[in-house]
């Protein structure tokens, strides 16, 4: 291979893999605090249909921003009051987070824009450049294609990941959100509120999925189309389970998804010796396969937080 062709290869799996990291680190922050998170998925739809919606009418790239972070915190916030609250099901209000933002971005799309769902695309001031554009020329095509040739969006994925790992193992709130999400009787016993633990935890993902949503409409896409998330967020709960709960496994997972799915866009078309030409609806197929593969083979092997999932009840 030359330069050129891995360095093109190493960029389309960074590009491809930032939503992942995004999501998988809003999944780590959460069930680490002991809240089970399926509307990864749902969030992140939301989230780009506001950044799109929001870019579209405002041509602001700032405002564009902020929508899908508003929206993703309010749905979070949602599946707190659902879950952490009133103790509901996080299985079913994850799911039910995630069929609400499928049907109500579809709907919202039709009736402000008359488009089939679609946003208006939206205009080059609002989307996401990449921040040395020629660098390749001066530098390479290895360096500059693979490492230099992304938007801020890319770096700050990157930038995330340390900085989630340090939270969670190097600060005393960290440390809390982790002591929650193994004992929670314990946490409130020593006069630490669970719910405000567990909310924060949850608005911190909110966030992320708010910059994982903006991230497609504003860097890979150039308007919101209906599903267009495509089942990223549950590739990105996967990555998150096989990643041990950690940010640092779950970005490399992140980075094997990406790099799968890279490798797959490059090979519609091809033909392979005594095979022919690859279809296309398999190569489409490949990250979800490693998706089911990675889950049947180490889904067994990996500890759960110990309060995952379970609501908790104030002791009186």
């Given at each position: 291979m030359d330069d050129f062709l891995i360095g093109t290869l190493i960029g389309s799996t960074l590009r491809v893999a930032t939503p992942l990291i995004f999501c998988a680190l809003a999944g780590v922050i959460s069930e680490r605090s002991g809240v089970i998170d399926i509307g990864l998925e749902g969030k992140m739809l939301a989230a780009a249909f506001a950044a799109g919606a929001a870019g579209a009418v405002t041509g602001s790239t700032s405002l564009a921003l902020l929508a899908a972070t508003g929206v993703a915190v309010l749905c979070s916030l949602l599946h707190g009051y659902a879950c952490v609250s009133h103790r509901g099901d996080q299985v079913v209000s994850g799911m039910a987070i995630n069929i609400i933002a499928a049907g109500t971005t579809v709907v919202l799309g039709i009736a402000w824009f008359a488009q089939g769902g679609q946003t208006p695309a939206l205009p080059d001031s609002v989307r996401l450049h990449a921040l040395w554009p020629e660098a390749a020329a001066r530098v390479g095509d290895l360096l500059g294609n693979g490492l230099l040739g992304h938007s801020g969006m890319v770096y700050l994925a990157?930038?995330?990941?340390?900085?989630?790992?340090?939270?969670?193992?190097?600060?005393?709130?960290?440390?809390?959100?982790?002591?929650?999400?193994?004992?929670?009787?314990?946490?409130?016993?020593?006069?630490?509120?669970?719910?405000?633990?567990?909310?924060?935890?949850?608005?911190?993902?909110?966030?992320?999925?708010?910059?994982?949503?903006?991230?497609?409409?504003?860097?890979?896409?150039?308007?919101?189309?209906?599903?267009?998330?495509?089942?990223?967020?549950?590739?990105?709960?996967?990555?998150?389970?096989?990643?041990?709960?950690?940010?640092?496994?779950?970005?490399?997972?992140?980075?094997?998804?990406?790099?799968?799915?890279?490798?797959?866009?490059?090979?519609?078309?091809?033909?392979?010796?005594?095979?022919?030409?690859?279809?296309?609806?398999?190569?489409?197929?490949?990250?979800?396969?490693?998706?089911?593969?990675?889950?049947?083979?180490?889904?067994?092997?990996?500890?759960?937080?110990?309060?995952?999932?379970?609501?908790?009840?104030?002791?009186?």
């Open positions: 990157l930038l995330l990941v340390a900085g989630v790992w340090w939270l969670l193992q190097r600060t005393s709130i960290g440390l809390r959100l982790r002591a929650v999400g193994e004992n929670p009787h314990m946490v409130d016993a020593a006069g630490v509120s669970v719910l405000r633990l567990r909310y924060g935890a949850l608005m911190l993902n909110g966030v992320l999925c708010g910059l994982a949503g903006s991230y497609l409409v504003m860097a890979q896409n150039a308007a919101f189309s209906p599903h267009m998330t495509a089942g990223r967020g549950y590739m990105a709960l996967a990555a998150m389970i096989f990643g041990k709960w950690r940010p640092v496994q779950g970005f490399a997972a992140c980075l094997l998804f990406g790099f799968l799915d890279a490798v797959a866009i490059r090979l519609q078309g091809a033909v392979l010796p005594g095979i022919g030409e690859v279809p296309v609806q398999l190569i489409q197929a490949l990250p979800y396969l490693l998706t089911v593969i990675l889950l049947a083979g180490f889904i067994g092997r990996t500890r759960a937080p110990s309060a995952l999932g379970l609501p908790y009840l104030k002791e009186r």
